[in-house]
């Protein structure tokens, strides 16, 4: 048992906490007083004022400092003189709880991703939190010891602005808007007010030159434009059923999605190493950052609602020049199956191959469709294999990949969540030129090599990545631009089940 002993520094008695003090408490918390020699550790004022300035910042975070105890500490340490011992110790206990649970939420999320959604596979975070605090307390440096916790991403940091800038917003208690109505430039409907209100609202109207007639006028077309581009959907003008469905997002319910994308955000990993693919799901995009640059971007083709692309963290370890496709059990089960049956004809038109246990080929007549699933189907590489002309290889639980596609017409789309589960990208050879031109000691630095590779067309072509890429397949809905708020399409509805669970 721990006994107290005299600070000669401080000039004052440093108390043991008695074991019975810390029987009940979390596995970290007594790992945290142990690394203190089971001795009080907020004696010095400094310390426990950092604590309490970061308990209040929390809620520029998108967190609520009740959560952390805010109002029992402002009460304990008004008269921190006049407590007992045991109350000084029990004090220093929820302190030292407090510290605990918002280094975890700032480090980790407040919420556990894997109990909120599945398909989500992200890196491990160990953290130590005993040396941790042990640093931060010898140090006097509480503060930054909480606060470099957190994402230092750009979208994190226009998120956290994003917030600022959306608590200042009146309240919007829009009416509905007929979602079948399409406007053109000129036409004059009932609903051009309402809608003209609601661009004026989020500010991509000037209320000032704003003709509240019933005409779509030219500065009205020029809102809507750029009101359609903060939302990721094509900026034609035209007020279709996307254009509709944002407008009718109120303000309250914006707020509850950045909180979401927050709360996500500080479930990835802080460092996304030197180079890396950063693929925003819903925003339909892949950037290839080096040094913390964008070097190319390119749009992507995601996986449709009933087969999401899963969220996840690897890193590259191949290409695949010419692939073969081998048809995935869901596929085989959803639609080869069922065509297949329709037409056997659907075989030699996609140029599959199929094979029985013993890996002999097996004629379309000869097939048994009974038996679907116990054959392995195989579509010759090709420009139009469904993989296209490059697959780009990593490891993970999902058996997803990034490949090209021959549905290139996809990439014209503002909805592109269209695929069975991995992510299409559009012009992929040129990514995997410029993602290959620094490896193998320059080796591909021209390309030649690689256009040469695809132009054969003979057997599947493997080039190993040596230096690391990672790759952070991610998912969030909503950042701020210098257009002003961004917001995408929730296609897989991630952000009210977050939101509901963080209310809770």
Not at 89 to 100: C, E, K
Not at 140 to 166: E, G, W
Not at 374 to 392: A, C, D, I, M
């Amino acid at each position: 048992m721990s006994e107290d002993y005299f600070d000669t520094i401080r000039k004052m008695t440093i108390h043991a906490v008695p074991e019975e003090m810390l029987a009940d408490k979390s596995d970290s918390i007594k790992s945290i007083y142990n690394a203190f020699g089971n001795h009080e550790i907020w004696v010095d004022a400094e310390n426990r004022e950092d604590l309490i300035v970061q308990i209040e910042k929390s809620k520029y975070e998108g967190l609520n400092p009740q959560d952390y105890n805010i109002n029992k500490i402002y009460q304990l340490e008004v008269k921190l003189d006049s407590l007992s011992l045991e109350e000084k110790l029990a004090y220093d206990v929820l302190l030292t709880q407090t510290y605990d649970k918002l280094c975890s939420n700032y480090f980790r999320g407040k919420l556990n991703p894997d109990e909120v959604y599945k398909n989500w596979d992200l890196y491990e975070k160990p953290f130590n939190m005993a040396t941790h605090l042990k640093v931060a307390i010898s140090s006097k440096k509480v503060a930054s010891s909480i606060k470099n916790l957190l994402p230092n991403h750009p979208i994190y940091t226009s998120l956290k602005a994003a917030l600022v800038l959306i608590d200042k917003m009146p309240e919007s208690n829009f009416d509905s808007i007929n979602k079948s109505i399409k406007l053109k430039y000129k036409d004059t409907q009932k609903e051009v007010n309402e809608i003209k209100k609601r661009l004026v609202y989020w500010k991509d109207l000037d209320e000032k030159n704003t003709n509240y007639s019933f005409n779509y006028d030219s500065s009205m077309l020029e809102a809507v434009k750029k009101f359609q581009a903060r939302h990721g959907l094509h900026p034609d003008g035209v007020i279709g059923f996307g254009t509709i469905k944002a407008l009718n997002y109120n303000v309250e319910t914006r707020r509850s999605q950045i909180l979401a994308n927050l709360e996500r955000w500080r479930w990835f990993s802080r460092d996304f190493g030197e180079q890396y693919l950063l693929i925003n799901l819903p925003d339909y995009k892949l950037d290839f950052i080096q040094k913390n640059t964008t070097t190319a971007s390119h749009k992507i083709v995601c996986g449709k609602p009933k087969r999401m692309t899963p969220i996840l963290q690897s890193k590259l370890s191949n290409f695949v020049f010419n692939p073969t496709w081998t048809v995935p059990p869901t596929i085989i089960k959803e639609d080869l199956s069922v065509e297949a049956v329709a037409n056997r004809s659907y075989f030699i038109r996609n140029r599959i191959l199929i094979y029985n246990g013993k890996n002999n080929i097996v004629s379309p007549s000869n097939w048994n469709p009974a038996k679907a699933t116990s054959y392995r189907y195989v579509q010759n590489h090709g420009y139009n294999n469904s993989l296209g002309v490059v697959k780009f290889n990593f490891p993970n639980h999902h058996s997803v990949y990034l490949h090209d596609t021959n549905h290139r017409d996809y990439f014209q789309l503002s909805y592109r969540a269209l695929s069975s589960g991995c992510v299409r990208v559009q012009n992929p050879v040129d990514l995997a030129k410029k993602i290959l031109k620094n490896q193998d000691n320059g080796r591909w630095t021209t390309g030649n090599e690689i256009d040469l590779i695809i132009k054969k067309n003979k057997e599947p072509y493997y080039i190993k990545v040596k230096e690391p890429i990672y790759i952070h397949q991610l998912y969030w809905t909503s950042w701020l631009s210098d257009s002003g708020f961004q917001f995408r399409d929730d296609m897989y509805n991630l952000d009210k089940v977050l939101y509901d669970k963080l209310r809770n």
